[in-house]
C-alpha cells in the first residue's frame, strides 16, 4: 500500500525532483558534507586517518579550547562585537527611517536613498582600505582635522586596541544603515493614513505621532529581525575583523572565527584541523541555542516569531 | 469637497509644531547624507590629487595640484587589470550558475502540490542556521580536487537558500494557483509549465536575484583568499587586499622607473585603486535601485 502511494507521488512529480536535483546536489556537496565532517573536531584527525578512521577522543578538543587562555579573551570579543554591533546597526536604521518617512519631499527623499544606500555595495576590502586611508593619522581627514584642532597628530587609531569595536561597528553603521533602514521605510509607507489623520485631529504632535503610531507598526518587523541578528550573533563576520586584525589590536580583535583561521588553516603544515574545527563547532551550537532562544522570547512578548 | 477643505484646514492649524519637526527632520536627514558622502568625497578628491599634496595632508573634499598621472600609474600595474578580468569571469559565471540553481530550487518549493514540498523546505533552512563551518568546507573542496581552480571561487557559493526564499515567496505570491491547475488539466507538465509560465512571468525577481548573486560574487574575496594560492586566478578583491590592507605593492609587475616611484606615490595610488575599483558599482546602482529595493521587500515576506 506505501510502496504504491509513493509510486504514484514518483510517478506524479518525478520532474519536479528533477529540477531539485542540481540545487539539493549543491547542499549535499557543500552544506551536508561539511556537517558530517564536523565529526573531526571529536576526533584526533591525521591525513591518512581522514574523516571517518581518525582516532576518536571525544570531547578532548573542546575542553582544551574551553581550558585555554584564548577562551575568555575570543568568546568575550566576539560576544562583545556582535551585541554592540547589533544594537546600534538595530537602532540607527530604525531613527534614520523614523525621520526619514516624516518628510513630504518626494525628490529630496530620493536623492538621499539613493546616497545613504549607495554604501551598500562597497566590498569589505575597499572598506577597510578606505578607513585606513581616512584615518591614517598624518594624510588622512581624520588626521589633519585633528591637527587643525588641535595642533598635533593624533596617535595612530589602528593601533589601538580598544579603538577596534568602534571602528568595526560604526564603519558598519557608516555602509550599512541606509540599506537596513529600506524594510523599514517600506513597512512605514503601509501605515494606514487615516490613523495619522485622526490623530492630527485630536491634536498629536508629528513627534508624538511616529512615537505612538509609526513605532508600534514597526515592531514585528523589528522583532524579527532582531531574532535573525540574534542568530548571527557567535558568526559576526570573519572577513572584516581579518582585515582589520594587526599584531597592535589583537587582544581585542581576535574573535572566534578568525582565531579557527589562525588555529586551522594559517600554519600550512602546523595547521590542527580537530582543534579548529571544534572550536567552530562550540561557536556554531553556541548560535543555534542563542537563536532557539532569541525566538521563544520573541514569540512570548510579541507574538511574533520566525517559526 | 467641502470635507476635504475642512481637512486641509485643521491640518494648516495643527501644522506649526510640525512645521519646525519638519526643518528639523531635513537637517538631520542633510548631515546624515554629509556623513555618507565626506569619506566617499575625499577619496576621489585624493585620487586626483598630487601625491606631494596627499603626503602633506592637504587633500580634503577637492582635489589639490589636480592630476591624472595617479591613474596613468595604476593603469599601467597589470594585476589590477589581471584581477578585474577574472573578477568579471567570477561575477558573470557565478551570476548564471547561481541563479540556475536558484531558479530550479525555488520552483517545485513554490508549488502546492510538490510532495517534498514541505520537508525539503525544512531541510535547505536548517543551512540558514548552522553549518559545517570553515575548516570541514574547506576539507569537502579540497577533496573535491578544486583547489586553485576557478570552480573553489564559483561552487562553494553558488547558492544562497535566503535568495531562494525570495524568489519561492515571488512566485507563490503573484502566480495564482489557478494557473497551475487550468494547464495541469490541459496536459502540461511542470517542466513546459516552467518554461512557458514561470520563467516569463518571474523576470522581475530573476532580475532581482542575478543583481544580488552579482554584487556578492563581486565583491567576495573570502573564497578565493582560503581557496586560491594561484595568483593568476585572484579576483580584483584579493589583489585590493595586497595593496590596501597588506600594502604590497608587488615590484615585479612593474618597470624599474615606475616601482622606484611607487614608493612615494602609495598611498595616493591606493585612493585611485579604491575608485577605480569601486566605480562600476556605484555607477550602476542609481539606475537599478528600485530593483534592489523590490527584493528587500519579497524577502521579507516570511520565509
Known amino acids: 500500500m506505501r510502496v ?34 564536523l565529526q573531526i573536531a571529536f576526533r584526533d584527525y591525521t591525513p591518512r586517518g581522514g574523516i571517518w578512521n581518525s582516532a576518536w577522543v571525544g570531547l578532548e578538543n573542546i575542553i582544551k579550547f574551553v581550558e585555554s587562555y584564548q577562551f575568555e579573551r575570543v568568546v568575550k570579543n566576539t560576544f562583545i562585537l556582535s551585541i554592540y554591533g547589533l544594537a546600534v546597526n538595530t537602532i540607527i536604521p530604525i531613527a534614520f527611517a523614523l525621520i526619514y518617512n516624516a518628510i513630504e519631499k518626494p525628490r529630496f527623499k530620493k536623492v538621499t536613498q539613493t546616497i545613504v544606500t549607495l554604501p551598500h555595495f562597497i566590498s569589505v576590502v575597499v572598506l577597510v582600505g578606505i578607513m585606513m586611508q581616512l584615518l591614517n593619522n598624518r594624510i588622512g581627514i581624520y588626521g589633519i582635522l585633528y591637527e587643525n584642532i588641535f595642533g598635533v597628530y593624533p596617535s595612530d587609531i589602528f593601533g589601538e586596541p580598544k579603538a577596534f569595536r568602534h571602528l568595526y561597528v560604526w564603519s558598519s553603521v557608516w555602509q550599512n544603515f541606509g540599506w537596513n533602514a529600506i524594510i523599514y521605510i517600506a513597512t512605514l509607507s503601509g501605515v494606514d493614513a487615516g490613523l495619522h489623520e485622526a490623530a492630527q485631529l485630536d491634536g498629536a504632535s508629528r513627534l508624538k505621532r511616529i512615537w505612538h503610531i509609526d513605532l508600534p507598526h514597526l515592531v514585528p518587523t523589528i522583532v524579527i529581525l532582531a531574532v535573525m541578528g540574534m542568530g548571527n550573533i557567535m558568526s559576526v563576520g570573519f572577513e572584516k575583523a581579518f582585515l582589520m586584525q594587526n599584531n597592535l589590536n589583537l587582544e581585542y580583535s581576535e574573535l572566534i572565527s578568525t582565531y579557527v583561521y589562525r588555529v586551522g588553516l594559517s600554519g600550512g603544515t602546523l595547521s590542527d584541523f580537530s582543534y579548529a574545527t571544534a572550536i567552530d563547532l562550540f561557536n556554531a551550537v553556541l548560535n543555534l541555542i542563542l537563536i532557539f532562544i532569541a525566538n521563544k522570547i520573541a514569540r512570548r512578548a510579541t507574538e511574533t516569531s520566525l517559526w | 469637497m467641502q470635507k476635504t477643505k475642512t481637512h486641509k484646514k485643521k491640518h494648516f492649524r495643527q501644522g506649526r509644531g510640525d512645521k519646525v519637526f519638519n526643518v528639523v527632520a531635513i537637517i538631520v536627514i542633510s548631515l546624515i547624507v554629509i556623513i555618507v558622502l565626506v569619506p566617499l568625497l575625499n577619496v576621489v578628491a585624493a585620487s586626483f590629487s598630487s601625491s606631494k599634496a596627499v603626503n602633506a595632508g592637504q587633500v580634503l573634499l577637492w582635489p589639490v595640484d589636480f592630476t591624472l598621472e595617479n591613474y596613468r600609474t595604476v593603469l599601467k600595474y597589470d594585476s589590477v587589470w589581471l584581477g578585474y578580468r577574472n573578477t568579471i569571469f567570477y561575477t558573470v559565471a557565478g551570476t548564471v550558475i547561481s541563479v540556475m540553481l536558484s531558479l530550479c530550487c525555488a520552483y517545485p518549493l513554490a508549488q502546492r502540490r510538490f510532495s517534498g514540498r514541505k520537508f525539503l523546505n525544512r531541510l535547505l533552512m536548517f543551512t540558514m542556521i548552522f553549518n559545517g563551518g570553515m575548516i570541514p568546507t574547506y576539507m569537502v573542496v579540497r577533496d573535491l580536487n578544486i583547489l586553485d581552480t576557478v570552480w573553489a571561487v564559483l561552487l562553494p557559493v553558488a547558492v544562497s537558500f535566503y535568495n531562494v526564499i525570495i524568489i519561492r515567496n515571488f512566485i507563490e505570491t503573484t502566480i495564482p494557483v489557478e494557473l497551475e491547475e487550468s494547464t495541469r488539466v490541459d496536459g502540461c507538465t511542470p517542466f513546459r509549465y516552467f518554461v512557458n509560465f514561470i520563467l516569463p512571468l518571474s523576470k522581475p525577481i530573476i532580475a532581482v536575484i542575478a543583481m544580488y548573486y552579482a554584487v556578492a560574487q563581486w565583491n567576495n574575496y573570502f573564497n578565493a583568499f582560503l581557496y586560491l594560492t594561484e595568483k593568476n586566478l585572484y579576483p580584483l578583491q584579493l589583489f585590493l587586499r595586497e595593496i590596501l590592507v597588506s600594502s604590497k605593492f608587488s615590484a615585479a609587475d612593474l618597470d624599474p622607473e615606475t616601482a622606484a616611484a611607487i614608493q612615494g606615490l602609495a598611498d595616493t595610488l591606493k585612493y585611485v585603486i579604491i575608485v577605480v575599483s569601486t566605480l562600476p558599482l556605484m555607477c550602476i546602482y542609481p539606475f537599478v535601485q528600485k530593483h534592489f529595493v523590490k527584493g528587500v521587500m519579497i524577502g521579507s515576506v516570511k520565509g
Not at chain 1, 510517478?11 to 558534507?33: N, S, V
Open chain 1, 4 to 37: 504504491k502511494k509513493i509510486k504514484t507521488v514518483i510517478k506524479r512529480d518525478w520532474q519536479y525532483y528533477l529540477f531539485m536535483l542540481p540545487p539539493l546536489a549543491y547542499f549535499i556537496i557543500f552544506k551536508f558534507f561539511p556537517m558530517i565532517g
